[in-house]
């Protein structure tokens, strides 16, 4: 009895959490923590969303159960968003479902389609849940380096050409979490022809389509065509209309995959709460310039970040997506590596980031910095961090004696 469980045993302690019963402890404390760590947008759902859910949650009818796949209403809301977003007509019938936020999609998905032993290729570094999803449906991972300087294509190719049995699936994430990098229609376009060629599904996850702050729109792999044959794609209203703790998203794209996640959804939930559907309606089908105010916002946030950091001595490559930053280590902190980097930064700046190696093997040597805090916080940050920076030789002598007294 004492025997630990299968699927919890392959699952790795959760490195943030180290990071997050600092800040906690230092909150309780009474400290200020200036908190860049997980990525939960801090700016209100807009207004008229708001006052939907109100109008709906009155009705009574709306609190019985709901359906797994989403109200009709809200899946034909999301078909329409892709014609006039993506131009690419989406069957609201068969080829999309409502989710309980795009994490819990994917999860389902991974458990729908996933036999022990099948090989699934991942993005390293990437977001935890598009990795141990399928760790927990009992895959096997083959990580794919991603990031400033990574030839993907390449990375792809080698995966494949060294994976037994064939590789499964195919997760894609872009503009990505955590690395903020973005792709072409072009890059699309060869993957979908190379998955094609091999068998391979694909997995998208495109919950930052919205947050662009330089050149064209980030496009969607299914504007490719031929991608539903093979691809379903993630999408969320989390960040796009700052709505995450209302818990929506979408799998769209191909009928086979959508089917399945269907078919086990049906088993474990009756969707999310109805007035919430309601209203995440009204999100897609109504106003979208608050969409445009959040960019600005993230934007802005983006650029005082990246100034008042570097005047600090902490030089971090400007984003062109996403509400991150994928900051490299200051020099002489390096050898300490992320998660003590992390630790001491908190402890002694009082402000807090995700270690990058919480994102995969290859997230080591960066920590992400999300835009979560506003422009007057960001430069007490960055004030901080100009302190942090000038006793810096005591600092890592201090974090090198903690990592050797562990």
């Known amino acids: 009895m004492d025997n630990e469980f299968h699927r919890v045993r392959r699952l790795p302690p959760y490195v943030f959490s180290e990071v997050n019963a600092m800040k906690a402890s230092a909150r309780a404390d009474g400290e200020d923590v200036l908190d860049f760590g997980m990525g939960n947008p801090d700016l209100p759902s807009p207004p008229h969303v708001v006052e939907k859910l109100v109008e709906a949650v009155q009705n009574p009818r709306t609190h019985r159960y709901s359906v797994s796949k989403g109200i009709k209403g809200l899946r034909q809301a999301n078909a329409d968003y892709y014609a006039r977003r993506f131009n690419v007509d989406i069957n609201p019938e068969t080829e999309t479902i409502v989710t309980l936020g795009s994490k819990e999609g994917f999860a389902n998905l991974a458990m729908a389609i996933t036999s ?200 971090i490559p400007s984003p062109s997506a996403t509400m991150f930053a994928w900051a490299p280590i200051p020099e002489p902190f390096r050898e300490l590596g992320s998660l003590e980097f992390s630790k001491l930064l908190l402890e002694k700046a009082q402000v807090a980031v995700s270690p990058g190696i919480g994102f995969g093997e290859y997230g080591e040597g960066f920590v992400r910095v999300a835009l979560v805090e506003n422009e007057q916080r960001i430069l007490q940050a960055a004030r901080n961090i100009k302190r942090f920076m000038s006793e810096s030789s005591q600092l890592i002598e201090e974090g090198l004696k903690r990592e050797v007294t562990k």
């Open 116 to 315: 022990p032993g099948d090989i699934v290729l991942v993005p390293n570094p990437s977001y935890p849940i598009h990795a141990y999803g399928f760790i927990i449906a009992g895959g096997a991972l083959r990580h794919v380096p991603v990031g400033p300087n990574v030839d993907l294509r390449s990375e792809l190719e080698r995966a494949v050409r060294h994976s037994v049995p064939p590789p499964l699936a195919l997760v894609l994430n872009f503009p990505s979490n955590p690395t903020a990098q973005v792709v072409s229609s072009k890059f699309y376009r060869e993957v979908v022809e190379f998955c094609k060629e091999h068998g391979i599904y694909i997995l998208s996850d495109l919950a930052y389509a919205e947050i662009y702050f330089d050149g064209e729109p980030p496009p969607s792999i299914l504007e490719i065509p031929g991608a539903k044959d093979i691809a379903v794609e993630f999408t969320s209203l989390s960040k796009t209309f700052s709505m995450p703790g209302w818990r929506i998203g979408f799998a769209t794209g191909n009928k086979k995959l959508i089917d399945a996640l269907a078919r086990i959804k049906s088993y474990l939930d009756y969707g999310a709460f109805t007035p919430i559907q309601v209203a995440a309606t009204a999100a897609l089908n109504g106003p979208q310039d608050c969409i445009d105010d959040f960019r600005n916002i993230y934007g802005k946030r983006r650029d005082v970040l990246i100034e008042s950091f570097g005047r600090s001595g902490w030089k």
